[in-house]
């Protein structure tokens, strides 16, 4: 099985920042993109940052030059820096990962189950 956990969430005053991780791990043969996306209440997920395994990255319009997405491919890790944090960033926030798990195998999409991340004075 494939397992992705998310650390790293908070609580955390406007202005502060944060950095979340996301290992994978498990039957893992390789990953292709990994991303976070975010869910408020009331409000669908959306995504927030994404990052292919060669570095190309992708974020909302909402979070540009606020946030930065970065991975570790030896660890099977991707990482979002959050800093300047709005209470607008208050979310649960989840990461995913393509992962194959063998050389026979087509790539799955693969989510975590979530940290808090809230923003407040």
């Known amino acids: 099985q494939v397992q992705l956990v998310e650390s790293g969430g908070g609580l955390v005053q406007p202005g502060g920042s944060l950095r979340l991780s996301c290992a994978a791990s498990?039957?893992?043969?390789?990953?292709?993109?990994m991303g976070w996306y975010r869910q408020a209440p009331g409000k669908q997920r959306e995504l927030v940052a994404a990052i292919t395994s060669g570095g190309v990255t992708n974020y909302a319009d909402s979070v540009k030059g606020r946030f930065t997405i970065s991975r570790d491919n030896a660890k099977n890790t991707v990482y979002l820096q959050m800093n300047s944090l709005k209470p607008e960033d208050t979310a649960v926030y989840y990461c995913?990962?393509?992962?194959?798990?063998?050389?026979?195998?087509?790539?799955?999409?693969?989510w975590g189950r979530g940290t808090q991340v809230t923003v407040s004075s």
């Open positions: 498990g039957s893992i043969f390789s990953i292709n993109g």
């Open positions: 995913n990962a393509g992962v194959r798990r063998s050389d026979w195998d087509n790539y799955y999409l693969y």
